[in-house]
């Protein structure tokens, strides 16, 4: 478990901190005078914007920002067991379940596995023993209502044909039935796959008499099961997903309806160097930089911008080129929505693209920005009839983007 | 909970903890003073409607972490070598190197070790200050803790 107090590094932290001196008299009327300015500042601009806001709100219903705030977490009562650090992947656990842990095979001693129930059977290998690295499980005596999350791990056994990495998070769906057990539970499973290797297999186990709930939490823990290196895994709840790509150190949070492209859409391009691409419609990879519609030089996947639709919107955000600490403002504190006059395309036909592309049905806005150290160029399109929920949507997207710093 | 005397009181009790954490987080005394000030002045704003010292507190803790986070995304280059020489107490050796462990960590895990084991923050807690999902702490606080029991001697085991 990784997420009680730890209090042998609390006390440290505590004798660290106990030499850090306060001297609070000297800032509190510095204090009191920002913050009745600040509420001064804040209650005229409330006046101000009153009606705006209220037809605003009224009319666009829009609360996508505040949600983000506000995914529940069905699962935040849960334990963890194992860590991505040490083992090598993680899983949440309902604390009634049972916990049976499983050695590691000897090419791999750090992954441990585990088998998780609803009821308080023990696994063991048709010896009588504790399963060790690949032993079969005995069933015998397993109840009819119960359910098992199994993890067993792989060794590295070699001549394996490379696979694509899993795809994460799991869901039934993506599990295949073997049959299940004779006289037992059934069984779907899939082999688990990272930077070519087979790391273990992902069992669920279900009884014939199994209840909806216990069922539901068993696909829940199949969704929180994670894998070190794999590089982007997603989080979803209330309608919105998060994306964390661990390659590149960001997380973005994007609603139903948009889409996170799987693959790199401007494979031509070095620097800067596409990190996500995110849109509301079916995406394209473009073969060279002219293959479809070239925005100025702004190195955004040609092709899909001729596939992008007046009602569609369209984010991309690439790392590295032209920006530099010496030449480009920090990130601004809230990203859009921008004017027209910020536009780089949409607010009028130019005369320097083709004449097919002079009415492209989007407006769309370049913003070059650093971040922790690391330089970016937000490309934000939104179709020239998106809806006002559309066109914060994309804002909000993009506001919800988050980087990792450089390490100091 | 509109009085200037209330404010002032919470105020005094509370600025050394907010302080420190932020000396914590940022290893910038001055940087952390700049914040805790700033946290301190937007609560003063909203003071009249904040109910009760709890709220109040959560809701410095979150304003100082958030605004941690922004100073820290604009500083390209962390400054190092910041606690002052008169801050080095009875056990200076010891705080050195635990601001040093701290150093090595990235913002997320630095906020996360901070505010879970030494501020005593449920996980959950965690993740609403710093506006993340508590699976997301989780993992920060696993990996910084493993980095700093890498670097420190900690005495004893997670419980």
């Known amino acids: 478990m990784n997420d009680v107090r730890d209090e042998a590094l609390g006390a440290l932290l505590e004798r660290a901190a106990t030499g850090i001196e306060s001297e609070p008299v000297d800032h509190l009327p510095e204090v009191l005078r920002r913050g009745s300015r600040r509420r001064a500042i804040r209650f005229t601009a409330i006046a101000a914007a009153v009606a705006m806001f209220v037809g605003a709100v009224s009319w666009a219903g829009l609360t996508f920002p505040r949600d983000i705030d506000q995914i529940p977490a069905d699962i935040r009562d849960w334990r963890t067991f194992a860590s991505l650090e ?19 095979c000897a090419t791999a001693p750090e992954r ?39 993890f067993q791990p792989w060794g590295d056994f070699g001549l394996i044909l490379p696979q694509a990495s899993t795809h994460l998070p799991l869901s039934a ?65 209330e309608g919105l ?42 995406l394209r990879v473009s073969e060279q930089p002219d293959d479809g519609f070239r925005l100025f030089d702004a190195p955004v996947a040609p092709v899909a911008l001729q596939d992008m639709q007046p009602d569609d919107a369209f984010i991309s955000l690439q790392e590295g080129g032209g920006v530099s600490a010496g030449s480009t403002e920090n990130r601004p504190d809230h990203f859009g929505p921008r004017g027209c006059d910020e536009s780089i395309y949409g607010c009028r036909p130019s005369q320097e693209l083709p004449e097919a592309w002079r009415d492209a049905p989007f407006r769309a806005w370049w913003i070059p920005f650093l971040d922790g150290g690391r330089a970016f160029y937000l490309f934000v399109a939104i179709g020239t009839e998106a809806t006002p929920e559309l066109r914060q949507q994309a804002w909000a997207v993009a506001e919800s983007i988050s980087f990792e710093p450089v390490p100091a | 909970m509109q009085d200037r005397a209330g404010f002032e ?18 290893l910038d005394r001055a940087a952390a003073e700049d914040v805790a000030a700033e946290a301190f ?49 009875t056990d200076p050796e010891t705080r050195v190197s635990v601001m040093d462990a701290l150093r090595g960590l990235p913002l997320r895990q630095r906020q996360s070790v901070v505010l879970r084991d030494w501020a005593g923050f449920e996980t959950s807690e965690v993740a609403r200050i710093l506006g993340t999902k508590e699976s997301t702490v989780r993992v920060h606080l696993a990996r910084g803790r493993a980095a700093l029991r890498a670097v420190l001697t900690v005495e004893g085991r997670e419980r």
Request: proline share 6%.
């Open chain 1, 173 to 237: 769906d993506l599990l295949e039935s073997s049959g299940g057990i004779s006289g037992g539970p059934s069984e779907r499973n899939a082999a688990v796959w990272v930077g070519g290797r087979p790391v273990g297999i992902v069992r669920q186990y279900v009884g014939s008499d199994a209840s909806a709930a216990d069922i539901a939490a068993l696909d829940r823990m199949l969704a929180s099961f994670r894998v070190r290196s794999v590089d982007r895994w997603t989080e979803t709840g």
């Open chain 2, 41 to 89: 002045s937007k609560l003063w704003s909203h003071w009249g409607q904040i109910r009760g010292n709890d709220h109040a507190g959560g809701y410095v803790f979150k304003t100082a972490m958030r605004l941690c986070s922004k100073r820290r995304r604009h500083v390209a280059r962390e400054v190092v070598g910041v606690v002052p020489e008169r801050n080095l107490a």
């Open chain 1, 86 to 104: 040490e083992n090598g992947w993680t899983i949440q656990v309902p604390p009634p379940w049972r916990v049976q842990e499983l050695p590691a």
């Open chain 2, 9 to 26: 009181a919470f105020y005094a009790v509370n600025l050394p903890r907010i302080l420190r954490a932020c000396t914590l987080v940022l």
């Open chain 1, 241 to 282: 997903t998060t994306l964390h790509d661990e390659e590149r150190d960001y997380e973005v949070t994007y609603p139903d309806g948009w889409t996170v492209a799987d693959e790199n859409l401007t494979p031509w391009l070095s620097s800067p160097s596409e990190i996500l691409s995110l849109v509301t419609f079916p």
């Open chain 1, 112 to 150: 441990i596995g585990v088998s998780v129930t609803n009821t308080d059977f023990v696994f063991r290998n048709p010896k009588g023993e504790q399963p060790r690295c690949a032993d079969r499980h005995v069933f015998a005596g397993f109840p009819r209502d119960g359910v098992v999350f199994q």
